[in-house]
């Protein structure tokens, strides 16, 4: 069996477990009991990695057609069922801003009558459904349509370490977007909500070039004491290499825990799945995706091309990690939505799951 072959089933072993990898395996009988074998010696001794999807907002909102409703709560509930703990589904922000977010409380009553209070599905309860708000304004809003925070348990927040970025990007200074920043905690804390930050141009901005490490450094720090639980490193326009993704995370690790930094590493260049590894490997454990490379940043002209979630699955998988997510089910959801959009499939990892798949049957 070659080497490239055995990865392939370990990776399928591991994310989909061997009766639906053992399916569409190259080797299905002749590797059934290696790989049979390794998937249960390397069970529950895999250190688990988090993702965060965020293709429902982050993907959809660069899209410039007008993305109906029914195919964000559709892709929404496909998700949930791929074993995904961390799903993205909105913004409160301003249609005027961000007209894809014109549906914004529509898609959280969805998420709530589906997922919590009609499903009867104890494993949706497990799934968190984080909502990105911009000022207190956002968080009243998503308070109000999620239903209290009996359903909304986390908030994400969008600072930038570019002024001229934050500008654009949020209509408002650095300092003023850290003021809305503290008056979301405090009504966040109010009703035991979490807060996640978000960094936006962690390592190059389209407006002022490259960002000096110590600079986004000291901005996470502000974050992490002001309360955010987390900060999200954002390479929003996808200019990070392995080498400038190793000195931001070195940089920022020497003021915030490693537990604390996540990374949400855009594709533009080609660079993410490389980075996502190089920050595995330096101890990073949270990475924010989306399903297929879906979306960009709609104020980084050309900033296309999130990371993909399958790639980062198969990856982070062969790596040894325990993502928790079924690549064949995130495949087909992958596959879906792309055809629900008419738009080629972004993920390569998907892609070629698909065709193994297509092979078998």
């Not at 990695?49 to 293709?55: A, I, N, P, Q, R």
């Not at 968080?139 to 500008?167: C, D, P």
């Not at 992490?224 to 070195?250: H, N, P, Q, R």
């Not at 101890?283 to 399903?291: C, N």
């Amino acid at each position: 069996m070659t080497s490239s072959v055995l990865s392939f089933e370990r990776v399928l072993s591991r994310s989909v477990g061997w009766s639906r990898a053992v399916r569409y395996s190259p080797t299905a009988k002749k590797g059934a009991s290696l790989a049979r074998l390794y998937n249960a010696a390397t069970m529950g001794k895999r250190e688990r990695v988090h993702l965060v999807e965020t293709s429902p907002r982050d993907g959809f909102q660069n899209e410039s057609i007008r993305i109906p409703t029914h195919i964000k709560t559709e892709l929404i509930d496909r998700l949930s069922r791929t074993g995904l703990s961390t799903i993205e589904p909105t913004a409160f922000v301003s249609p005027k801003w961000v007209p894809q977010m014109f549906d914004s409380e529509q898609v959280a009553r969805h998420v709530v009558e589906t997922h919590y209070q009609t499903s009867g599905n104890s494993s949706d309860q497990k799934i968190n459904f984080p909502a990105l708000v911009p000022n207190v304004t956002g968080l009243e809003r998503a308070l109000a349509s999620y239903g209290g925070s009996e359903n909304l348990k986390t908030v994400s927040f969008f600072t930038a370490a570019s002024e001229t970025f934050s500008k654009r990007n949020i209509n408002c200074s650095i300092e003023r977007s850290l003021e809305n920043l503290k008056q979301v905690i405090e009504l966040a804390n109010s009703h035991n909500i979490q807060v996640r930050g978000y960094i936006s141009v962690a390592i190059a901005c389209p407006f002022e070039g490259a960002t000096p490490p110590e600079q986004v450094a000291q901005l996470a720090e502000t974050l992490i004491k002001m309360g955010c639980f987390e900060v999200s490193l954002g390479d929003t326009i996808g200019m990070g290499t392995v080498k400038t993704t190793a000195k931001l995370i070195e940089k920022v690790s020497q003021r915030v825990p490693l537990n604390q930094i996540a990374l949400h590493a855009h594709d533009t260049y080609g660079q993410g799945v490389a980075n996502v590894t190089k920050a595995a490997e330096l101890g990073i454990r949270t990475f924010d995706s989306s399903l297929g490379g879906i979306g960009g940043c709609p104020y980084s002209k050309g900033a296309s091309g999130n990371v993909a979630t399958e790639d980062l699955v198969y990856v982070l998988e062969d790596m040894g990690f325990d993502t928790g997510v079924d690549l064949e089910l995130l495949a087909e959801t992958g596959d879906w939505v792309s055809e629900a959009l008419d738009m080629p499939y972004g993920s390569k990892a998907g892609r070629a799951v698909l065709s193994q798949l297509s092979l078998a049957i």
